[in-house]
């Protein structure tokens, strides 16, 4: 079904709230989960809102999100999450960050103790269209990839995003994982039965799959063999060890109730003021996209698109006819809005 922003907005904030958020940290984490939605990847939206909420009930997500700052500079933080909302700790995070580019030319955040994200785009998006920084965010998650050459997992699908400012005060967006494919991907299909493309997954044995449920017993396979096997190693170490949070196998899945995930991120932001004057970068990033998509197509391609652009599109096609919501997904979470007591509902 179709959904208007403001709606689905204040629908997720009345989830939040009632599961014991407090109403600020509410709107920044419902306007990233629904910033998500809007961007159509909606394996990171709404959609996460019934694990939310069973982990709070279970006593493995700490609502409200209280999070703490354990050293800073002019530079530089180290911050804990205790445990509360990715979304919270992301946008905080990223805000704190940018501001600190601003007055010291780069800035680094690290974040320890936290949970899933989302879709970090949304975030480094924010950070260049809005502050006019470029943003690089990456962060860990629970053991799902192989490092090259094993038969185990070991790293999460480590995502990380790149954002710089561009021409009309938009984004060029990078945002992707270093595994071949998200694992969100997997769980889809193996909900809806269908089998997985060669080259995603292997099983519990170390051996190519194409079937999603035997893949989520086994590993993802990382993308460009060693190549996204090292780029996930060191989102590793920046995000979970140098931020003092858990990382490799210390880490847990959100999607299953084992305790806290123990994730960790890191922020970095550049003032563009300070090497060249922003207006210039962000006509030249114009130009660079446009030399980009007046190049010779190959034959069976209708246009050259450049890192967020598939997004870009999605989120406007969502702005003009509403959010496109799966219908059990709208009804998941009118259950959880009744069972609260909440005076909201998607469907209706």
């Known amino acids: 079904m179709r959904v208007s922003e403001r709606a689905l907005q204040d629908a997720t904030q009345e989830i939040l709230v009632r599961l014991g958020e407090d109403p600020a940290n509410a709107r920044l984490a419902?306007?990233?989960?629904?910033?998500?939605?809007?961007?159509?990847?909606?394996?990171?939206?709404?959609?996460?809102?019934?694990?939310?909420?069973?982990?709070?009930?279970?006593?493995?997500?700490?609502?409200?999100t209280r999070l703490e700052t354990l050293k800073e500079d002019a530079a530089t933080a180290v911050l804990d999450g205790n445990n509360g909302l990715g979304?919270?700790?992301?946008?905080?995070?990223?805000?704190?960050?940018?501001?600190?580019?601003?007055?010291?030319?780069?800035?680094?955040?690290?974040?320890?103790?936290?949970?899933?994200?989302?879709?970090?785009?949304?975030?480094?998006?924010?950070?260049?269209?809005?502050?006019?920084?470029a943003a690089i965010l990456m962060t860990n998650g629970n053991p799902s990839v192989a490092p090259f050459g094993s038969a185990d997992p070991f790293f999460g699908t480590n995502p990380m995003s790149i954002a710089v400012p561009s021409a009309g005060g938009g984004a060029l967006v990078?945002?992707?994982?270093?595994?071949?494919?998200?694992?969100g991907k997997i769980r889809l299909a193996a909900t809806t039965g269908e089998s997985i493309p060669p080259g995603w997954a292997c099983d519990e044995n170390g051996e190519p799959t194409t079937d999603p449920k035997r893949a989520l017993k086994g590993s993802l396979l990382p993308l460009?063999?060693?190549?996204?096997?090292?780029l996930a190693m060191m989102i590793d170490i920046l995000s979970g060890v140098l931020s003092g949070s858990s990382y490799g196998r210390g880490l847990k899945s959100f999607h299953?109730?084992?305790?806290?995930?123990?994730?960790?991120?890191?922020?970095?932001?550049?003032?563009?003021?300070?090497?060249?004057?922003?207006?210039?970068?962000?006509?030249?990033?114009g130009a660079y996209v446009r030399d980009i998509k007046g190049l010779r197509k190959r034959a069976g391609i209708e246009e050259i698109l450049v890192?967020?652009?598939?997004?870009?599109?999605?989120?406007?096609?969502?702005?003009?006819l509403g959010i496109d919501v799966?219908?059990?997904?709208?009804?998941?979470?009118?259950e959880i809005l009744a069972k609260l007591g909440g005076t909201v509902r998607v469907c209706t």
């Open 224 to 230: 460009g063999g060693p190549k996204g096997s090292g």
């Open 307 to 320: 890192p967020g652009e598939v997004e870009r599109f999605k989120e406007e096609e969502n702005r003009r």
């Open 30 to 64: 419902a306007a990233a989960f629904v910033g998500a939605d809007l961007r159509g990847v909606t394996t990171h939206g709404v959609n996460l809102l019934r694990l939310v909420s069973q982990r709070v009930q279970a006593g493995m997500l700490a609502l409200p």
């Open 256 to 285: 299953e109730l084992d305790g806290p995930t123990g994730v960790g991120t890191c922020f970095i932001t550049i003032d563009i003021c300070r090497f060249m004057d922003p207006g210039v970068f962000a006509e030249t990033i």
């Open 326 to 334: 799966p219908d059990s997904v709208a009804r998941s979470m009118d």
């Open 174 to 183: 990078l945002d992707m994982s270093s595994s071949v494919v998200a694992r």
């Open 87 to 133: 979304q919270v700790a992301a946008s905080r995070g990223i805000s704190l960050c940018a501001g600190k580019a601003k007055k010291a030319g780069l800035g680094m955040v690290v974040v320890r103790n936290t949970n899933n994200l989302g879709a970090l785009g949304y975030y480094t998006s924010q950070a260049a269209s809005r502050d006019g920084v």
